[in-house]
């Protein structure tokens, strides 16, 4: 599992950190609103923890952005204000949950670990790049059936086109506990992906960014 986690106060996200990590929750800390609000459109998380105060945006902008580009992460807001209406706004905004500071770590853990076994509340019938169709509900790809590694890649890639995707990230998002494997993994699956694109005549390319990733790219245009 892999977050994002949005908060400006650098003893608290330290303290917080440590105890996520300890959970085997991979996370990526950033203090600021601007940076955070990139991150979270570029990659793929399982869950975003967004503070609401942040310098350049706050975490209600990065909550309100996510949700226009129509990304359905579960999102856990964190406020020292707890007056209702603070509440409601982020709610209504389509966050999934929201914690009031001061909060015990472990509260923190136990809610991320249940939004990320709920299954979304809309799923896509298909997801659509170019001329792709991508169903995930059977994994199949232009028809053509995909395993459940090359699906999980592909997934990725598609629900983020023409953005880079770091090894790192995919082999964390792909393999979670085995993460600990070489990105060598990562390399063999997009090659069979490739392959698949190919059987599909796709106009489609994997593009290899060397030394940060892949992305996926139309190449007709």
């Known amino acids: 599992m892999r977050i994002l986690y949005v908060e400006d106060e650098k003893y608290l996200a330290d303290a917080v950190t440590h105890l996520l990590k300890k959970s085997d929750i991979a996370v990526d800390w950033i203090d600021n609103g601007r940076t955070g609000l990139d991150l979270a459109l570029n990659n793929t998380y399982d869950c975003l923890v967004l503070d609401i105060m942040l310098p350049e945006l706050s975490g209600v902008d990065i909550l309100r952005s996510v949700r226009q580009h129509k990304l359905t992460m579960p999102i856990i807001m964190l406020s020292a204000l707890s007056e209702v209406d ?13 914690l009031a500071k001061p909060f015990k770590t472990a509260e923190l853990i136990a809610r991320i670990k249940a939004l ?14 170019a001329d792709l169709k991508y169903d995930p509900n059977n994994r199949t790809l232009n028809g053509l059936t995909l395993t459940t590694k090359e699906a999980a890649l592909l997934e ?18 792909v393999w979670g506990s085995e993460a600990s494997l070489n990105d060598n993994y990562v390399e063999a699956y997009i090659s069979y992906l490739r392959k698949k694109l190919r ?7 994997i593009k290899t ?13």
């Open 156 to 173: 990725i890639l598609l629900r983020h086109p023409d953005h880079v995707q770091p090894k790192t990230q995919l082999l964390a998002r």
């Open 116 to 129: 990320a076994r709920r299954p979304p509340l809309q799923l896509e019938q298909t997801l659509s790049f």
């Open 209 to 221: 960014i060397r030394g940060l990733g892949y992305k996926l790219v139309d190449a007709s245009v």
């Open 199 to 205: 059987a599909a005549h796709s106009h489609t390319k």
């Open 86 to 98: 603070d509440k409601v706004n982020s709610l209504e905004l389509g966050a999934d949950d929201y």
